[in-house]
């Protein structure tokens, strides 16, 4: 059987953490780097045998998860999320398939909201780089949308996918939305310009695209939300974007 490290980072993920961390028995490393919780989220960690728990700062999305993945044991890493969980047809596959270190793995990522699967807004397929030798690539240093690099190296997919959790309610959406926003406008403050025309636009453009050309009206009220929102943080980003670019020094 293969030897693969399973890689997360936290922080205050106690309403998907469990369901994750139980999806993962079949591995005998799994890295939780949490950065902060403040709810029950490492006590779930410390419940798991198979889990090595470790706490520090947040560096950005790409530099924390390659910050992670250098405290794996072994080289083979899964990069997973805590609001996703492994099916146990994959956990198999990953198991017992044949690695190429000179590979990386693509696989599709089954998004749900409100318990439904959904397939319209953009959300499906999805298919993103989890599966890595970390001897021979890791996240890249960006602060958001962080990606595994891929130069030079084969893409290969896998047959079975994950399941991801990440919205349960409206709520959800707009604490993300503060969160994400919030990271984009530091990020790009003083570097790159916005107006609260920009943000109109980009919103609006943002919804329609959601909506109509990736067909969300065809997923009812998940669909409307899921595009409403997509709309919003758009324009919510460029807002705090305009806002800092005025008023931080």
Same mark, same amino acid.
């Given at each position: 059987?293969?030897?693969?490290?399973?890689?997360?980072?936290?922080?205050?993920?106690?309403? =998907?953490?469990?369901? $994750?961390? +139980?999806? /993962?028995?079949?591995?005998? @490393?799994?890295?939780?780097?949490?950065?902060?919780?403040? %709810?029950?989220?490492?006590?779930?960690?410390?419940?798991?045998?198979?889990?090595?728990?470790?706490?520090?700062?947040?560096?950005?999305?790409?530099?924390?998860?390659?910050?992670?993945?250098?405290?794996?044991?072994?080289?083979?890493?899964?990069?997973?999320?805590?609001?996703?969980?492994? =099916?146990?047809?994959? $956990?198999? +596959?990953? /198991?017992?398939?044949?690695? @190429?270190?000179?590979?990386?793995?693509?696989?599709?990522? %089954?998004?749900?909201?409100?318990?439904?699967?959904?397939?319209?807004?953009?959300?499906?397929?999805?298919?993103?780089?989890?599966?890595?030798?970390?001897?021979?690539?890791?996240?890249?240093?960006?602060?958001?949308?962080?990606?595994?690099?891929?130069?030079?190296?084969?893409?290969?997919?896998?047959?079975?996918?994950?399941?991801?959790?990440?919205?349960?309610?409206?709520?959800?959406?707009?604490?993300?939305?503060?969160?994400?926003?919030?990271?984009?406008?530091?990020?790009?403050?003083?570097?790159?310009?916005?107006?609260?025309?920009?943000?109109?636009?980009?919103?609006?453009?943002?919804?329609?695209?959601s909506y109509i050309i990736k067909a969300g009206w065809k997923?009812?009220?998940?669909?409307?939300?899921?595009?409403?929102?997509a709309g919003l943080g758009t324009m919510v980003k460029y807002?705090?974007?305009?806002?800092?670019?005025?008023?931080?020094?």
């Amino acid at each position: 059987m293969n030897k693969i490290s399973i890689v997360l980072i936290t922080k205050n993920a106690d309403k =998907t953490l469990k369901a $994750s961390l +139980e999806s /993962l028995s079949a591995f005998d @490393d799994v890295v939780i780097y949490d950065n902060g919780s403040s %709810d029950t989220s490492l006590e779930i960690a410390k419940s798991f045998d198979n889990a090595q728990l470790h706490q520090g700062e947040f560096f950005g999305f790409g530099k924390t998860k390659a910050h992670a993945v250098s405290l794996a044991k072994h080289s083979w890493v899964f990069s997973l999320d805590s609001d996703e969980t492994i =099916t146990p047809e994959l $956990s198999n +596959e990953l /198991l017992n398939m044949n690695l @190429d270190e000179n590979s990386v793995y693509f696989v599709r990522r %089954d998004n749900f909201y409100n318990g439904r699967h959904i397939k319209c807004c953009g959300w499906y397929p999805e298919k993103i780089v989890r599966l890595f030798n970390k001897e021979k690539t890791t996240f890249d240093d960006s602060v958001v949308h962080e990606k595994i690099d891929t130069k030079k190296l084969n893409i290969v997919d896998l047959s079975n996918p994950i399941t991801h959790h990440s919205f349960h309610s409206v709520s959800d959406f707009l604490d993300k939305i503060q969160k994400y926003s919030e990271i984009y406008a530091q990020e790009h403050k003083g570097k790159k310009s916005s107006s609260v025309l920009k943000a109109i636009l980009r919103g609006k453009s943002m919804f329609f695209k959601s909506y109509i050309i990736k067909a969300g009206w065809k997923c009812g009220f998940e669909g409307f939300v899921i595009s409403f929102f997509a709309g919003l943080g758009t324009m919510v980003k460029y807002l705090k974007l305009r806002e800092k670019n005025l008023y931080d020094s």
